[in-house]
């Protein structure tokens, strides 16, 4: 065969292909970012889904038509990058232009058009990696007898790819990602050599057809916010102006000023509460068209409508000398807190651009006023051990706007955490922690038995006597003590709870007194609707059940598990073997339950996807097929290692998002850094390819003890350098996913170089198999991790690549 008459394969020619699969995982993530913003990120992830279902279809037409490919190569290698090309401009156009409506999903009447919606996202996404797939499909055919080395370019240059788009999201506007990366692919056709077209001619359709994809991404393009998103209204009102812009691989932060923007926060509609005051106007910050809090307008705020918060009780219980903010509300809580009396105020604010809109301002949006009173910090509200050297406190206050901000701000309501910061009060002091109930009562549900177990972790033995709860309307406060909360300070609650309109949920009334229900709740269920008698709280009844330890009276059908640092999702309550009652209520699903929906909808196709992969061998030509045996033993093997190394690799962005406290960066640097690793892992099994199997031992068995030194000390060690500089986190997570990245990356190469000769055409399938594999472990893992724990990927990834060790396809066929 012509290929194996190359003995070797020049760095030179591998540069094309590495440049395309830069290009294409950048695409893919800018895809994603798009999603996020112009609509929302949970629906991105499902259309995503579907790239490494194009590249594993064209694995699949790769083998099956493997002579028309390889006679094809010197047509195809040059004109791949250019159709490309056009695939991802006119992909990216189609998609700004497909009228999506994401709540239409979640109504049974209208959600037919949607699913139409989602199937031109499809249409739209799929040529372009449907042909990314076939050029790397055609480098290994052509390279196979250096398939270590060529997978290492493919690794490196995604890798390298996900990193420049984290650079690139900190200059350029999401909304123009996809311009910037369509001169890599026209350097890459540049780049390539064909024995058909000269080199000129190659460069010139490339340069004209790198201009018509660029102005048809600038100019065709409609990528707007979805008019659904918060953003939406305040940024259409009269004299609505953008006062400010920062873009960051965390979000795209807009200041907004508009006459709607106020400080919002939960106060009682009694006048004489309020006493003349009125609630300040302010600008508004918003991340991805979500709003993440009201910032003030000046540095003298007036901070009498706190009187009539829900948020205030903590601050009238006690004096509030030594006060710990888990988020500062924009500043407005500093004020607040100022106000009522602290003289000690430490506020943790780990997003980057709020903190630095505390120190320094944005746009016309005033820094906090220096004062020695305040500390700012931008601490984890994770790393308890460090936030505890400046206790203890009076109170600690977790704000609202905190827990809505990200999904790692909230893992600060697991058990763990709770404990630590109620072994941080002072005897008599409170941790207030609030719940929405805008939407779903079932959180606050959950949290009862939440803050009853975290009571339990700080060694409280009746957690009933140190919870109080109460309510408004739309919001529920869980206030802790690690002292018994007296009598004095319950008929407090009564009085400032009597007065504002505001329910005292727990403890229960005393006996033969009953208390009046100023805001009426409706309890719906997803399987039963269960009317309550007039004047009733069904709260309440679930909080006596909830810091009890009982069943819940009204929220049975849901899961109700307490939140915990290795299951640190405070959502996820929908029991997903009851799908069919669930999507029978689908118009009751909040939006933040709706990514396990997805995660579930992307399992089922992943699934079909792979199955009709692994079956494609069925297909060839007797002569030329897989013996049995050879073709169990590839099928294993390939879906084995897609499967283990995004378990691995999710556990991985998990745990870093969590330390690093920043999801979008740690979810570049991770999958940069293992990608890169994984290609020096591919070299490496190029030089050794001569003893795969002595070869492959030695990679799963580091995989394997990595994966047990991970389960024991990983988390001890994030935790005690949890408060190290951010380059000096980056070098240890790099120090930790260096070796397991390495052996991971020395399996693939090994297994694809099993395949030549007659056997040349499966090469393929094998890796589509891989691809599609990698599929449903996206999903299953995130299930897992949500109904498990994140230590059960570790588990799964270490049992996957134990079966891969012993499923080695054969020793190579001679070429004939």
Not at 40 to 67: D, K, N
Not at 375 to 386: E, W, Y
Not at 423 to 433: E, Q, R
Not at 650 to 679: N, P, T, W
Request: glycine share 6%.
């Amino acid at each position: 065969m012509a290929t194996d008459a190359i003995k070797d394969v020049p760095a030179a020619r591998l540069v094309p292909l590495f440049l395309v699969c830069l290009a294409s995982i950048a695409y893919e993530i800018a895809l994603t970012r798009f999603f996020a913003i112009a609509s929302w990120s949970e629906y991105g992830y499902w259309v995503i889904s579907m790239t490494m279902a194009g590249l594993a279809a064209s694995g699949v037409v790769a083998s099956l038509f493997s002579r028309l490919l390889i006679r094809s190569l010197p047509v195809l290698l040059p004109s791949l990058p250019i159709l490309m090309l056009l695939a991802a401009s006119l992909g990216w156009v189609w998609v700004t232009v497909v009228p999506f409506n994401p709540l239409e999903l979640q109504n049974k009447q209208l959600w037919y058009d949607q699913l139409l919606n989602i199937a031109q996202y499809y249409a739209a996404i799929f040529p372009f990696f449907f042909m990314v797939g076939l050029y790397l499909s055609a480098y290994f055919v052509h390279y196979s007898h250096r398939i270590g080395r060529v997978y290492a370019f493919d690794l490196a240059g995604a890798g390298l790819g996900a990193a420049l788009l984290l650079a690139l999201m900190f200059v350029v506007h999401p909304f123009w990602l996809v311009p910037c990366l369509l001169p890599v692919l026209a350097l890459a056709a540049c780049l390539e050599m064909s024995s058909v077209w000269p080199r000129s001619r190659v460069r010139i359709a490339a340069l004209a057809t790198l201009v018509v994809s660029v102005v048809a991404a600038l100019f065709l393009g409609q990528a707007r916010i979805n008019e659904y998103k918060e953003v939406f209204a305040p940024m259409n009102t009269q004299d609505a102006r953008v006062l400010a812009t920062v873009t960051s691989p965390k979000g795209l932060y807009q200041l907004l000023d508009n006459f709607t923007e106020r400080l919002d926060t939960d106060i009682s509609n009694n006048p004489d509460v309020m006493a003349g005051a009125t609630m300040p106007r302010a600008y508004g910050l918003y991340a991805d068209g979500n709003r993440l809090a009201a910032l003030p307008r000046t540095t003298d705020v007036d901070t009498r409508y706190f009187a009539a918060a829900l948020d205030a009780l903590p601050y009238r219980l006690r004096p509030p000398e030594r006060t710990l903010l888990l988020g500062a509300a924009g500043g407005f809580r500093i004020h607040e807190a100022l106000r009522a009396g602290a003289t000690r105020v430490v506020t943790l604010e780990p997003d980057d651009a709020l903190r630095r809109a505390l120190l320094r301002g944005i746009g016309p949006a005033p820094a906090f006023p220096a004062d020695q009173r305040v500390t700012i910090r931008d601490t984890s509200p994770l790393a308890t051990r460090v936030v505890a050297r400046d206790g203890p406190f009076d109170v600690i206050d977790i704000t609202r706007e905190f827990l809505g901000q990200s999904d790692t701000n909230r893992a600060a309501l697991s058990v763990e955490v709770l404990g630590d910061y109620v072994g941080m009060l002072k005897p008599g002091g409170t941790l207030s922690i609030p719940v929405s109930i805008r939407e779903f009562t079932v959180y606050a549900v959950k949290m009862f038995g939440t803050a009853r177990e975290g009571l339990r972790r700080a060694g409280i033995a009746e957690p009933d006597k140190h919870i109080v709860i109460y309510r408004s309307a739309w919001n529920v406060r869980i206030l802790l003590s690690a002292t018994p909360w007296t009598p004095e300070a319950i008929a407090e609650l009564e009085k400032f709870c009597d007065e504002r309109s505001f329910d005292v949920v727990f403890p229960p009334a005393r006996q033969g007194v009953k208390r009046t229900v100023f805001n009426e709740l409706p309890v719906v269920s997803f399987d039963v609707t269960q009317a309550q008698p007039p004047g009733s709280d069904p709260l309440s009844e679930e909080a006596n059940a909830g810091v009890a330890g009982q069943a819940s009276p009204y929220h049975a059908f849901f899961k109700l598990e307490p939140p915990s640092i290795d299951r640190p999702y405070f959502h996820a309550v929908l029991p997903l073997t009851r799908v069919e009652t669930i999507l029978d209520r689908i118009e009751l699903v909040p939006r933040e339950e709706l990514v396990y929906l997805i995660n579930l909808a992307v399992l089922a196709q992943a699934l079909v996807i792979a199955t009709l992969v692994l079956l494609m061998p069925l297909m060839t030509r007797r002569g030329t097929a897989l013996p049995i045996g050879r073709f169990a033993k590839s099928a294993v093997y390939f879906a084995g290692l897609g499967l283990g190394f995004l378990t691995l690799e999710i556990y991985l962005i998990e745990k870093a998002s969590q330390y690093l406290h920043d999801r979008v960066f740690a979810f570049g640097l991770v999958l940069a850094m293992m990608l890169v690793c994984s290609g020096a892992g591919s070299l490496l099994a190029e030089r050794v390819r001569d003893r795969p199997r002595t070869w492959l031992g030695v990679a799963v068995l580091t995989v394997l003890v990595w994966c047990g030194v991970a389960f024991i000390w990983l988390d001890p060690l994030l935790i005690a350098t949890a408060t190290e500089p951010f380059a000096v986190k980056i070098a240890i997570l790099v120090a930790v996913a260096l070796p397991v990245s390495v052996a991971l990356g020395m399996p693939m190469a090994l297994g694809l170089s099993q395949f030549q000769g007659v056997r040349l055409a499966f090469l393929p399938w094998a890796w589509a198999v891989n691809g599609a594999c990698s599929i449903i472990s996206t999903p299953l893992a995130n299930l897992l991790a949500v109904s498990v724990g994140l230590k059960s990927l570790l588990l799964l990834g270490a049992a996957l690549y134990a079966i891969v060790v012993f499923t080695l396809p054969a020793d190579r066929v001679a070429a004939k």
